[in-house]
């Protein structure tokens, strides 16, 4: 009997753990991506370009979660970017695209290198969820209207949304792949229950 209630105490103490780990993740589903969204029921241009970034979004989520200090400060090489400079990047990238949907312009963007890693993630995630909020909530016109400024002195360059997609979503997607490969590299992998064709985790 006496057995029973340490065990009974034992099992109880493990639910609470997981039951508030759960929780945890469904609190950061909601705005941040730990699933991917459900997609429309239809196919329009501007459904189509907001479904890329939610997928940037997903990969983005896993790809940082969990990082430790060791992680954020490896690099593959002297030559290359440690992991926290690629994120700064990553940042840099969606606002970028950001600033295209909202008007914005590039001509001088935050230095995020300052920023704790929990507020880059942050702010990154906060970029990517707007873009798709604006794009679902855009008509093909104003998808045509969407334009990149470019500000250097007086250098004005303004490209149109397709160069958003070929551009810096495209090449935010390639250096989240980096930094998956990065943190797999300095002993901390990404969740093995992340299913990238499924938009969705599951615990292993």
Excluded: C
């Excluded at 989520?61 to 970017?81: H, I, K, Q, V």
């Amino acid at each position: 009997m006496k057995y029973f209630g340490l065990i009974l105490v034992i099992l109880t103490f493990s639910f609470a753990i997981n039951a508030q780990d759960m929780k945890n993740i469904n609190v950061d589903a909601a705005d941040y991506y730990s699933q991917i969204p459900d997609y429309p029921d239809q196919y329009t241009s501007t459904n189509i370009a907001a479904r890329m970034v939610d997928g940037l979004g997903f990969r983005y989520y896993w790809a940082t979660r969990g990082l430790r200090n060791e992680d954020l400060t490896f690099s593959p090489n002297d030559d290359a970017r440690t992991t926290s400079q690629t994120l700064d990047h990553i940042y840099t990238l969606t606002l970028i695209v950001r600033n295209s949907v909202t008007g914005g312009s590039n001509s001088k963007n935050e230095n995020s290198e300052a920023w704790s890693f929990e507020k880059k993630r942050a702010k990154t995630l906060e970029n990517i969820s707007e873009v798709s909020k604006r794009l679902k909530a855009s008509s093909e016109e104003d998808l045509s209207n969407y334009i990149a400024v470019f500000e250097q002195g007086e250098r004005i360059t303004k490209y149109p949304f397709w160069n958003m997609i070929n551009g810096p979503i495209a090449d935010a997607i390639w250096h989240i792949g980096q930094v998956v490969s990065f943190r797999r590299s300095s002993g901390n992998p990404i969740s093995p229950g992340v299913s990238m064709l499924n938009g969705t985790y599951s615990r292993k």
